[in-house]
């Protein structure tokens, strides 16, 4: 009898110990040959991916190397993928970054991952039914000099398309053709309708916004369900659009789930 109870009291406590475990995911690309860095190959390393294009993917000295296309925009120049992570109220990723030596900067565009809420909104369709929301990175050329910016879509948006709350990386000059730069996100889930989430981006240690936020009102679409890995020019219209191949490199993925 008392033999049979600790065997119930173990398995409980392994079943409680399995319920709380949280994802986690890293990728570096070290193990591949130069080459292409296919669909397949994309599914076997982050288990789940949509929309992958096996013309625009290669490995290039163990560094994930996507190409922008040219003449094109949005999903016809790069990649636009998603893939399906466990829903959480907290996340956070980090990823390295760099564009290429001859890179064409054009307007700018959207560049690594990031996280979708929800609904996950995107594409300037204001959110105000409250049920999404996404954060990603910009590169922007203002004609001066070229920056990153934080791109977030969220309930309570003042425009149609994603809020940058005026936040720039680096805070003067350029970034840098051929530079990696180190970029970690987190993201926090709200209640309600209170402003109690949370959204950081930094970029090579330096703090690029780090605020509470109100992603969403509606608690059924509340949590973090998507990672997104968007590279691509635009924008809208032709002036986002370079006539040239371009590439960006990717490094040192990881993506862990900080509470459920």
């Known amino acids: 009898m008392i033999q049979l109870v600790v065997v119930i009291v173990l398995s409980l406590i392994l079943i409680d110990l399995g319920s709380?475990?949280?994802?986690?995911?890293?990728?570096?690309?070290?193990?591949?040959?130069?080459?292409?860095?296919?669909?397949?190959?994309?599914?076997?390393?982050?288990?789940?991916?949509?929309?992958?294009?096996?013309?625009?993917?290669?490995?290039?000295?163990?560094?994930?190397?996507?190409?922008?296309?040219?003449?094109?925009?949005?999903?016809?120049?790069?990649?636009?993928?998603?893939?399906?992570?466990?829903?959480?109220?907290?996340?956070?990723?980090?990823?390295?970054?760099?564009?290429?030596?001859?890179?064409?900067?054009?307007?700018?565009?959207?560049?690594?991952?990031?996280?979708?809420?929800?609904?996950?909104?995107?594409?300037?369709?204001?959110?105000?039914?409250?049920?999404g929301g996404t954060l990603r990175l910009m590169w922007y050329n203002d004609g001066k000099r070229v920056y990153f910016y934080p791109y977030v879509y969220h309930a309570g948006m003042a425009g149609p398309c994603g809020s940058n709350f005026g936040k720039l990386y680096p805070s003067s000059g350029s970034l840098e053709k051929g530079k990696w730069y180190k970029v970690h996100m987190y993201v926090k889930s709200n209640t309600g309708s209170n402003a109690n989430g949370h959204v950081q981006i930094k970029i090579n240690g330096d703090t690029l916004i780090d605020q509470s936020i109100l992603w969403t009102t509606n608690d059924s679409k509340r949590l973090i369900s998507n990672?997104?890995?968007?590279?691509?020019?635009?924008?809208?219209?032709?002036?986002?659009?370079?006539?040239?191949?371009?590439?960006?490199?990717y490094d040192n993925l990881s993506v862990r789930q900080i509470s459920k």
């Open 20 to 131: 709380t475990q949280l994802y986690q995911k890293s990728i570096n690309w070290d193990n591949y040959a130069n080459g292409q860095y296919s669909d397949s190959m994309a599914k076997s390393d982050f288990g789940s991916v949509s929309g992958w294009h096996n013309d625009r993917a290669m490995i290039s000295n163990k560094n994930l190397r996507i190409t922008l296309r040219k003449n094109a925009l949005s999903g016809e120049s790069g990649i636009v993928s998603a893939t399906r992570i466990p829903d959480g109220s907290a996340y956070e990723l980090d990823f390295d970054v760099r564009f290429h030596s001859q890179f064409d900067w054009s307007r700018g565009g959207k560049v690594g991952f990031g996280l979708g809420i929800g609904n996950r909104n995107t594409g300037c369709n204001v959110p105000f039914d409250g049920a």
């Open 227 to 249: 990672l997104s890995f968007h590279t691509f020019r635009g924008g809208s219209g032709d002036h986002w659009k370079s006539d040239v191949d371009s590439y960006i490199y």
